[in-house]
C-alpha cells in the first residue's frame, strides 16, 4: 500500500515543480520586457527619432479629390529659422539665417527650419506638411524646391520633408544620415549642433547635385 501511494506521489510533486518553474520563468520574462521598455518619455534629451524621405508624400503634392489644403498650425514665419521651442542659440540662429537665405539666391530652394514642443495631437509627419504647405514653402513660381525640417522637442520627432522636384536630388540613405547627424547631439540636449549638422548635410548634397557653390 505504501509503495503505491509512494508512486502515485512521485509523478505529483514533479508536476509540481515543473509548474513552479514555468511561471518563475514567466515571471522573469516579464520582468526582463518591463526593464527593456523604453522609457524615454521621461527625459526629452534621451533620444531622437524621425524620418526622413518623403515616400509617396511630398510637400507640393496636390490635395486627394474633397480634400482641402491643410491650415499651419503655427503663424506665418519670420525668416527661415523659426525657433518655436527656443532650442537653438542666438549665435546659431543668425548663421543658420545667414545660410539658408544664401542657399535661396544660390539655388531658388527654399529650406525652412522649424523647432516646437509637441505637435499635440498630429503626427510629426502631418504637422510637419500642415506647416510647410500652410507657409507655402517652395511654392512660389520659379522656385528651385523646398524643404522644411521641424523638430518636436518633447516628442524626441523630426520630419525632414521637399518637394517632388528635389526627389532625384535627395534620395537614397539621405533619412539615416539625417539621423546620424542629429540623433547624438539631440541626446545631449545639444540641438543647436544637430540642427547645424543636419542643415549642412543637406545643403551638401544639394551643391554636389546642382553645381553651385556656398560661401563660408
Known amino acids: 500500500m505504501r509503495r503505491i501511494v509512494a508512486i502515485m506521489i512521485v509523478p505529483l510533486i514533479g508536476l509540481f515543480i515543473l509548474a513552479c518553474a514555468r511561471q518563475d520563468r514567466q515571471i522573469n520574462v516579464s520582468e ?5 521598455s523604453p522609457s524615454v518619455k521621461s527625459s526629452p534629451s534621451t533620444t531622437a527619432t524621425g524620418s526622413g524621405m518623403p515616400g509617396s508624400a511630398a510637400i507640393d503634392d496636390a490635395p486627394a479629390p474633397g480634400e482641402s489644403r491643410a491650415k499651419s498650425p503655427l503663424p506665418p514665419p519670420t525668416g527661415f529659422v523659426n525657433d518655436y521651442a527656443k532650442v537653438i542659440d ?5 548663421k543658420l539665417e545667414a545660410t539658408l537665405k544664401q542657399l535661396k539666391e544660390r539655388s531658388k530652394i527654399e529650406f525652412a527650419v522649424v523647432t516646437v514642443d509637441t505637435t499635440g495631437e498630429q503626427s510629426s509627419f502631418d504637422y510637419a506638411m500642415a506647416v510647410a504647405r500652410g507657409w507655402g514653402v517652395g511654392s512660389k513660381e520659379g522656385d528651385g524646391g523646398g524643404i522644411i525640417l521641424l523638430v518636436a522637442i518633447k516628442d524626441r520627432r523630426w520630419e525632414c520633408r521637399w518637394t517632388r522636384n528635389l526627389e532625384a536630388d535627395l534620395q537614397g540613405s539621405l533619412g539615416n544620415e539625417l539621423g546620424q547627424q542629429m540623433n547624438g547631439p539631440f541626446r545631449q540636449g545639444k540641438y543647436s549642433e544637430g540642427i547645424t549638422n543636419a542643415v549642412q548635410l543637406v545643403i551638401s548634397k ?3 547635385r546642382r553645381g553651385f557653390t556656398m560661401q563660408e
Open 32 to 36: 526582463n520586457k518591463a526593464l527593456v
Open 90 to 94: 542666438t549665435q546659431t540662429d543668425g
Open 206 to 208: 544639394l551643391s554636389e
